[in-house]
């Protein structure tokens, strides 16, 4: 499934970055020994060695520091030669100094390489994690396009509160696309709970209003479980789309979640519930007869889902994205060429990265060759 996020690939300017930090002490070391040859015997620049050791610490593990220590204290001796015939007292302070500083240095590197590969191992759970709840998902499923704008706001975060998910049943092809109130760990966790009850009720439940009811109930029993003390109270916006393989026309049911557009070549426009719906997990606090709306869907025709981490995107002066407006520009695009701009839009209107989850889910009905054009 095309998946378009913030992240532009950082490998070239790491890679920079990294050669020039990694030979930076013996930088330091041959720039110190020209400086200390090429001066009045008044000037001393030999002492910069010592820096040497402590530069490597940040790069290198702990073996290559006490090699460079060595290399900078080696230095010293043969400097002190060329300039005195001996190692006198001065040249001595420095070395002892030097070694001084290579012991701690390799020290601090056996630490940093030892945070380093507990960091590698959180990523990798993280990575793990997220191929569990948010699976990826194919580029077509059973006749429909999918493409995926997805941003977690946590720096480093490879899951957030959103959640999305396309499964092919035999009623046709049914998402979810949900958000989950609050952040951190209990709203992943709810997120997940939610997902796992979508993923089983979405092959047996006759149509939307059913697995509507279906996720209720799961999260309702999954308040009971749960490890926080307020899974009880959080709730969860989400739309459910139905896209049946033998009708030109989809069915959508939306608990408290932002209306999707309806993407079409010739505009755009808000699918709005006729009946607004609380969102899962508070209809026990607010009686709620779950119905769904069915809307034209042909050859052609997209339709976004999103999260408020679109719709809520503010500007400098407070004002709130205009998502249809933007939309209307772009019914030409192809989908995964539109979501980049929605994205970089965002970026744009915002004056900077979000600080909300963000979620955008473009479902389109596959056009065949000589079709209109739709992904």
């Keep these: 499934m095309p998946t378009i996020?913030?992240?532009?690939?950082?490998?070239?300017?790491?890679?920079?970055?990294?050669?020039?930090?990694?030979?930076?002490?013996?930088?330091?070391?041959?720039?110190?020994?020209?400086?200390?040859?090429?001066?009045?015997?008044g000037q001393r620049y030999d002492r910069f060695v010592v820096a040497a050791p402590a530069l490597a610490a940040a790069s290198w593990g702990p073996?290559?520091?006490?090699?460079?220590?060595?290399?900078?204290?080696?230095?010293?001796?043969?400097?002190?030669?060329?300039?005195?015939?001996?190692?006198?007292?001065?040249?001595?302070?420095?070395?002892?100094?030097?070694?001084?500083?290579?012991?701690?240095?390799?020290y601090t590197a056996a630490q940093r390489v030892r945070r380093e590969h507990d960091l590698a191992l959180v990523r990798s759970v993280a990575q793990t994690a997220?191929?569990?709840?948010?699976?990826?998902?194919?580029?077509?499923?059973?006749?429909v396009d999918l493409a995926l704008y997805y941003r977690a706001a946590a720096e480093q975060a490879q899951i957030g509160g959103d959640l999305y998910e396309a499964?092919?049943?035999?009623?046709?092809?049914?998402?979810?696309?949900g958000d989950v109130q609050g952040k951190g760990l209990p709203a992943v966790e709810m997120a997940a709970a939610l997902l796992g009850s979508f993923r089983e009720a979405a092959y047996d439940c006759k149509d939307l209003p059913a697995l509507a009811?279906?996720?209720?109930?799961?999260?309702?029993?999954?308040?009971?479980?749960?490890?926080?003390?307020?899974?009880?109270?959080?709730?969860?916006?989400?739309?459910?789309?139905e896209i049946p393989d033998d009708r030109p026309e989809a069915h959508l049911l939306n608990c408290g979640h932002p209306s999707p557009v309806l993407i079409q070549p010739d505009g755009v426009r808000l699918l709005e519930p006729d009946t607004p719906l609380p969102p899962l997990n508070l209809s026990a606090l607010v009686a709620s007869d779950y119905r769904a709306?069915?809307?034209?869907?042909?050859?052609?025709?997209?339709?976004?889902?999103?999260?408020?981490?679109?719709?809520?995107?503010?500007?400098?002066?407070?004002?709130?994205y205009p998502l249809a407006e933007r939309l209307a520009r772009w019914t030409a695009e192809p989908s995964v060429k539109l979501l980049d701009s929605l994205r970089?839009?965002?970026?744009?209107?915002?004056?900077?990265?979000?600080?909300?989850?963000?979620?955008?889910?473009l479902?389109?009905?596959?056009?065949?060759?000589?079709?209109?054009?739709?992904?």
């Excluded at 490998?11 to 040859?37: E, G, K, N, Q, Y």
């Excluded at 499964?167 to 696309?177: A, H, N």
């Excluded at 009811?213 to 739309?239: I, K, N, P």
């Design 293 to 320: 709306t069915t809307v034209p869907f042909g050859p052609g025709d997209r339709v976004l889902l999103y999260t408020d981490g679109v719709s809520e995107t503010r500007d400098r002066d407070g004002e709130f």
């Design 213 to 241: 009811s279906r996720l209720e109930t799961g999260l309702q029993r999954y308040a009971e479980r749960a490890s926080s003390r307020d899974a009880s109270e959080r709730f969860a916006t989400a739309v459910l789309l």
């Design 5 to 41: 996020t913030d992240m532009p690939d950082p490998t070239p300017r790491r890679t920079v970055l990294s050669t020039i930090i990694l030979s930076s002490p013996f930088l330091l070391i041959a720039l110190a020994a020209a400086a200390d040859t090429e001066t009045p015997a």
């Design 363 to 375: 479902a389109a009905r596959y056009t065949p060759k000589g079709g209109p054009t739709s992904n």
């Design 344 to 361: 970089r839009d965002l970026r744009r209107y915002s004056g900077g990265p979000a600080d909300d989850d963000v979620a955008a889910l």
């Design 167 to 177: 499964v092919r049943t035999p009623f046709g092809v049914r998402i979810i696309l």
């Design 130 to 143: 997220q191929q569990v709840v948010l699976r990826p998902l194919p580029d077509r499923i059973n006749g």
């Design 63 to 106: 073996v290559g520091t006490l090699l460079i220590g060595a290399l900078a204290m080696l230095t010293e001796v043969v400097l002190a030669l060329i300039r005195e015939g001996q190692v006198g007292a001065s040249a001595g302070s420095v070395i002892a100094a030097t070694l001084t500083v290579t012991f701690a240095a390799a």
